[in-house]
């Protein structure tokens, strides 16, 4: 069975750069089927995509947030990577990673709340 | 972006009940439409996919229909475990967009 879990801090300072991984568990990252992702989710509101990742490097960001974004990927680990950069408390949200197959989202990790705070 | 509109954005029904939840797309997207079910504390589930394609493990009491610009959720008998939240996705274009949630409610 597939599971993802993130990780990261929890509290981030404003204007600071957020990073989280994912480590997948259960299968590779290298199958060419599949794109790795994250999703946002500010609290009491709706589902944000931030963009994904394939396992060769190539990448597809949200353009409301491409220039803050970086991903990035290590098969050997069976990881993937998000950089948020100049965050401001509303990039403050639970945080998913997530595997995307066909561009619907199959798997999901258990998210990860980060807080942007002084 | 492809704008998702869903309706209603909050309903009450009781365990037994037949519930339909719409969403709408700004643009065409064909059958491009996933549905997801989401609990308190919980990452959403998927539930459909190509806007009428059961996932694995699903019940049947869920089915979508729709193609287009309109899309329905329907749920023929609600069961006490089917309360939450559930998101419309559009899976035609990037950005993957979302609806903003339907949150069913115990009447």
């Known amino acids: 069975q597939l599971q993802l879990q993130e990780s990261g801090p929890g509290l981030v300072k404003p204007s600071e750069t957020l990073s989280l991984t994912c480590t997948v568990s259960g299968g590779s990252i290298g199958r060419s089927s599949y794109y790795w992702g994250w999703i946002r989710q500010p609290p009491g509101k709706g589902l944000e995509w931030i963009g994904h990742i394939y396992y060769n490097g190539n990448t597809n960001y949200n353009p409301s947030l491409k220039s803050r974004v970086t991903m990035s990927v290590d098969m050997s680990k069976d990881q993937f990577s998000l950089k948020l950069s100049s965050v401001t408390a509303a990039d403050t949200a639970v945080y998913y990673c997530?595997?995307?197959?066909?561009?619907?989202?199959?798997?999901w990790g258990q998210g990860t709340l980060v807080a942007v705070s002084s | 972006d492809i704008q998702m509109t869903q309706s209603p954005s909050t309903l009450s029904a009781s365990v037994g009940d037949r519930v339909t939840i719409t969403c709408r797309a700004s643009?065409?997207?064909?059958?491009?439409l996933a549905w997801y079910q989401q609990k308190p504390g919980k990452a959403p589930k998927l539930l459909i996919f190509?806007?009428?394609s059961l996932e694995s493990g699903v019940p049947s009491r869920f089915s979508g229909s729709g193609s287009g610009t309109e899309f329905t959720l329907t749920i023929s008998s609600l069961q006490p475990d089917d309360f939450a939240t559930y998101y419309c996705?559009?899976?035609?274009?990037?950005?993957?967009?979302f609806g903003g949630g339907t949150k069913v409610e115990i009447k």
């Open positions: 997530l595997r995307i197959a066909a561009r619907v989202v199959d798997y």
């Open positions: 643009q065409n997207i064909d059958s491009w």
């Open positions: 996705q559009q899976s035609n274009s990037y950005p993957l967009t």
């Open positions: 190509k806007a009428s």
